[in-house]
């Protein structure tokens, strides 16, 4: 896996897969996140995640998160007990601290082409396949509002060569422009709908620059996080990293 | 954001207006906390926003409200907030807690 980190973005090269994502704070230090992480020679995990809050108290909180995601991935990375795993004991730091996390985790495994997702309050992610958008279903209650995990289970997808998948924060279907009407999320299905045949980078940045079309630089409550992932190759095909 | 406060039947409605976020949601949680009454409704009709220390609050204050064996309601959500609330799990939550405050 290669991993190209340019402040606060990052670029993916793997397991026939591209993925791009940033982070864009409001302001200051929030509590958005998100990571590429390779767990073996075929599987690797993309996710996405909010902590409550914002400054310091929200990014040290998203600091740990991250690295008990991390361990969870070591101990089992099989993606339901990943997330069971996290709300346990992330879920016990944050309730110390009356915050939660949202959070949603992809695993793609490069030789069967199949995606899974678990998802714990947070937005679902948009699928784009041959033009068209599909938002998954999968649903669950953010880390740390309950002692145990409660969803709807791992969804799975099977991706060919060109599929992509975007996963985003609310700040970005929450964004306003001078008007209160929000970007929302019949104008980023609309979006990524377009992006059919466009790199995993290049469908990010158009994402970024029609939302900032749509804000008009009005300046934004809440942190936009935006993950673009793309297959580039079929399933089946020799894996290098 | 403004906070009026009636009261009806034993019952306290505490009717919130405008954004609830992380700068004034101290200021919610102070006059839930100072109500006596077993059951407080909170009418969030008027809101036009809440952030997640909003969400937050508001649930750690339904825990608290079910183990003392006490109600607090949340009406009239405006229809988008309603959505943002689903996608973290909100309505979920509070029906466990309802039957069990440990969970």
Not at chain 1, 191 to 202: C, E, K, N, P, T
Not at chain 1, 204 to 233: A, C, H, W, Y
């Given at each position: 896996?290669i991993?190209?980190?340019?402040?606060n973005?990052?670029?993916?090269?793997?397991?026939?897969?591209?993925?791009?994502?940033?982070?864009l704070?409001a302001?200051?230090?929030g509590?958005?996140?998100f990571?590429?992480?390779?767990?073996?020679?075929r599987?690797?995990?993309a996710?996405?995640?909010?902590?409550?809050?914002?400054?310091?108290h929200a990014?040290?909180?998203?600091?740990?998160?991250?690295?008990?995601?991390?361990?969870?991935?070591?101990?089992n990375p099989?993606?339901?007990?990943?997330v069971?795993?996290?709300?346990?004991?992330?879920?016990?730091?944050?309730?110390?601290?009356?915050?939660f996390?949202t959070?949603?985790l992809?695993?793609y495994?490069?030789?069967t082409?199949?995606?899974?997702?678990?998802n714990a309050?947070?937005?679902?992610?948009?699928?784009?396949s041959?033009?068209?958008?599909?938002?998954v279903?999968?649903r669950?209650?953010?880390?740390?509002?309950?002692?145990?995990?409660l969803?709807?289970?791992?969804?799975?997808?099977s991706?060919?060569a060109?599929?992509?998948?975007?996963?985003?924060?609310?700040g970005?279907?929450e964004?306003?422009?001078p008007?209160?009407?929000?970007?929302?999320?019949?104008?980023?299905?609309?979006i990524v709908?377009l992006?059919?045949?466009?790199g995993?980078?290049?469908?990010?940045k158009?994402?970024?620059?029609?939302?900032?079309?749509f804000?008009r630089?009005f300046?934004q409550?809440d942190?936009?996080?935006?993950?673009v992932?793309?297959?580039t190759?079929?399933?089946?095909?020799?894996?290098?990293? | 954001?403004?906070?009026?406060?009636r009261q009806?039947?034993?019952?306290?409605?505490?009717?919130?207006?405008?954004e609830?976020d992380?700068?004034?949601?101290?200021?919610?949680?102070?006059?839930?906390?100072?109500?006596?009454?077993?059951v407080?409704?909170?009418?969030l009709?008027?809101l036009?926003?809440?952030?997640?220390?909003?969400?937050?609050?508001?649930?750690?204050?339904a825990?608290?409200?079910?183990?003392?064996?006490?109600?607090?309601?949340?009406?009239?959500?405006?229809?988008?907030?309603?959505?943002d609330?689903?996608?973290i799990?909100f309505?979920?939550?509070?029906?466990?807690l309802?039957?069990?405050p440990?969970?």
């Amino acid at each position: 896996m290669i991993e190209v980190i340019t402040g606060n973005e990052k670029i993916l090269s793997a397991y026939r897969l591209e993925g791009s994502g940033c982070s864009l704070p409001a302001g200051q230090v929030g509590g958005d996140f998100f990571e590429f992480i390779s767990c073996d020679k075929r599987t690797v995990f993309a996710v996405i995640g909010d902590v409550m809050g914002k400054g310091f108290h929200a990014a040290r909180l998203m600091e740990t998160i991250r690295h008990m995601l991390r361990e969870c991935i070591r101990v089992n990375p099989h993606p339901l007990e990943v997330v069971r795993r996290l709300n346990k004991v992330g879920g016990y730091e944050l309730r110390k601290c009356g915050a939660f996390a949202t959070l949603c985790l992809l695993c793609y495994d490069g030789i069967t082409g199949r995606l899974s997702c678990v998802n714990a309050g947070h937005h679902p992610p948009i699928l784009l396949s041959d033009g068209e958008v599909k938002v998954v279903r999968c649903r669950g209650v953010a880390l740390g509002l309950l002692e145990d995990y409660l969803g709807s289970g791992v969804e799975e997808f099977s991706l060919a060569a060109g599929d992509a998948v975007v996963l985003y924060t609310d700040g970005l279907v929450e964004a306003c422009g001078p008007g209160e009407q929000r970007y929302g999320q019949e104008r980023l299905r609309e979006i990524v709908r377009l992006q059919y045949g466009a790199g995993a980078d290049r469908m990010k940045k158009n994402i970024l620059s029609d939302l900032e079309t749509f804000t008009r630089g009005f300046p934004q409550k809440d942190d936009v996080t935006l993950v673009v992932m793309k297959v580039t190759g079929k399933a089946g095909e020799r894996v290098g990293d | 954001m403004e906070i009026r406060v009636r009261q009806q039947k034993g019952m306290a409605i505490l009717e919130v207006e405008g954004e609830l976020d992380f700068s004034n949601v101290d200021q919610l949680q102070q006059e839930i906390q100072r109500r006596p009454e077993e059951v407080v409704e909170i009418d969030l009709q008027g809101l036009r926003f809440i952030d997640s220390s909003g969400v937050g609050m508001l649930l750690s204050q339904a825990r608290h409200f079910f183990s003392q064996g006490r109600t607090l309601k949340i009406v009239n959500i405006p229809d988008l907030i309603r959505e943002d609330l689903e996608v973290i799990g909100f309505f979920q939550v509070l029906e466990v807690l309802k039957t069990n405050p440990n969970a």
